[in-house]
């Protein structure tokens, strides 16, 4: 019985499919057509009013999302839960992107509340935005479907045809069409487009002209779950130009279902918890202050034929590289950069160089501990952040300031420079090293030379309605026009073990 049973549903999804291959043949003015997945209970849906509704059309784009800082159309992306929209990463690091965003579904505007990027976001282009309230569905506005079986995976490799939005030049942003494009093969987009085996790319089979794909933009098809069609997502738009005609890259979404479930579920549950407050604050070290470089305590280390920087990050320990550091603390003072006592003000007590620290750059910091504690009219160690999230959030953003000194003839000039991160394995091909996980890197501009060891990467954050310089990495050396940095924030274990057990 069972198997009768089967065989008439395989009969009637086999009509169903013949019917919609003669729909897909018709001359309309779209072309649509469905797929058609079997053992229908199989499937689970983040959200599983999705991809459809009473009154649905196959030119419905109820789910695109419109994202704004506070006065600019910056992206798309799509309603996949009642608080969640899915975008790319690269949207996220837009300049003006942060909690005062919005969201807009024609005239529906929603809040943002919390701004989420995949925690490697250079490899990994996608993002989540949570929401201020919950998102009433209606005939106009309900999500797409994301499918969260990870057997999914080879549909996308198998499908030729996909489905995307396109905004419609001199029109508003709203205003957005359904248009069909083609996947090209894996070699020429991974060797043309520098592609990663994380994401697909595409163009357009018709020559438009007038029309240009967002960034976050889906990627889509048309899935009928028994006879109940449904719109999938199964791809974002990250790189490549914004013109319907040119090839561009998108995130295999397929690749991303459990992060996407457990950022979405995470979040969720943190929302009905009572907000706690750690003992120790958002600081690793309190009593650290300033928006500007020149209050920051920096280190100026010497010693017998060695010269080199660091920074104070309590009033006794300084963080610096690991690289050429004498193994003898006694050899080497410490003195105040940019202050009449630049010299012979403290002596070093103890070195620690990190346990993993090799010759070949890799997890290259330090600290030292002095003799006694600075004490400085206006001026305090650099900020680090204490909290996984705090850092997680500061390191996936997309811009970042570097600070750099020029000598001149009469003074030192502090040189501010804002820089984005580089993607490490073009990192890794033009420097011919290896970058791992606890470094990161940044592309000079054009005739420009900076980044000798001890110079610092930040972050400017907004705290208590003021602005903190965050320390995120510490150059550790340049190679062919690339400054590569030891991120800081990776070590703060290790960092908080050697402070609080040498007190």
Not at 82 to 91: M, V, Y
Not at 236 to 243: C, D, F, H, L, V
Not at 407 to 422: A, R, S
Not at 476 to 500: A, C, K, L, P
């Amino acid at each position: 019985m069972i198997y009768v049973s089967w065989l008439k549903t395989f009969k009637s999804h086999l009509s169903l499919f013949h019917l919609n291959c003669n729909f897909r043949k018709m001359k309309t003015s779209f072309g649509w057509f469905f797929l058609l997945l079997s053992h229908v209970s199989a499937y689970r849906f983040l959200e599983e009013s999705c991809g459809t509704w009473p009154t649905y059309k196959p030119t419905n784009v109820a789910w695109l999302a419109n994202i704004w800082n506070d006065t600019h159309f910056q992206c798309h992306g799509t309603l996949i839960h009642r608080r969640f929209i899915l975008t790319a990463a690269r949207c996220i690091h837009l300049p003006g992107m942060n909690i005062g965003s919005h969201v807009e579904f024609g005239s529906a505007k929603y809040n943002v509340s919390i701004l989420v990027a995949h925690k490697d976001y250079l490899q990994n282009d996608i993002g989540l935005l949570k929401l201020s309230r919950n998102v009433d569905f209606n005939a106009f506005i309900y999500p797409i479907c994301i499918i969260l079986d990870m057997e999914k995976r080879n549909y996308v490799k198998n499908t030729n045809t996909f489905r995307t939005t396109a905004s419609i030049l001199y029109y508003n942003y709203n205003t957005a069409q359904v248009i069909k494009i083609s996947q090209l093969n894996r070699y020429y987009c991974q060797n043309h487009l520098n592609a990663n085996s994380n994401q697909i790319c595409a163009t357009s089979i018709a020559n438009r002209v007038s029309c240009s794909l967002e960034l976050g933009g889906p990627l889509i098809q048309y899935i009928s779950f028994g006879n109940l069609p449904r719109e999938v997502q199964l791809g974002i738009r990250s790189a490549g130009e914004n013109g319907c005609n040119e090839p561009r890259v998108y995130t295999d979404l397929t690749n991303y279902v459990k992060w996407i479930e457990n950022t979405v579920q995470r979040l969720s549950t943190e929302e009905q918890k009572p907000e706690q407050i750690p003992s120790h604050g958002i600081w690793l070290y309190e009593n650290c202050s300033g928006n500007i470089l020149s209050s920051k305590l920096r280190a100026f280390i010497y010693g017998p034929q060695f010269r080199a920087q660091g920074w104070f990050i309590t009033h006794r320990f300084v963080i610096t590289n690991a690289q050429n550091l004498p193994e003898d603390a006694s050899s080497l003072d410490v003195g105040l950069a940019e202050t009449p006592r630049s010299y012979d003000e403290f002596r070093v007590l103890s070195i620690f160089k990190h346990p993993e620290f090799s010759q070949y750059y890799k997890n290259d910091i330090a600290l030292l501990k002095l003799n006694r504690p600075v004490t400085f009219d206006k001026m305090s160690p650099v900020c680090m952040l204490a909290l996984k999230n705090h850092q997680e959030q500061a390191e996936s953003a997309w811009y970042h300031t570097m600070f750099y000194y020029v000598q001149t003839e009469n003074h030192i000039t502090i040189v501010e420079k804002n820089v984005t991160l580089f993607d490490p394995f073009q990192c890794s091909h033009i420097i011919r090293n290896t970058i791992d996980q606890n470094q990161v890197c940044v592309q000079s501009s054009q005739g420009m030379s900076y980044g000798n060891p001890g110079d610092i990467l930040i972050k400017k954050i907004m705290y208590m309605g003021k602005e903190w310089i965050v320390l995120v990495g510490i150059v550790s050396y340049s190679s062919n026009g690339i400054q590569v940095f030891t991120n800081v924030m990776r070590h703060t274990d290790w960092i908080t073990e050697i402070v609080t057990s040498n007190q």
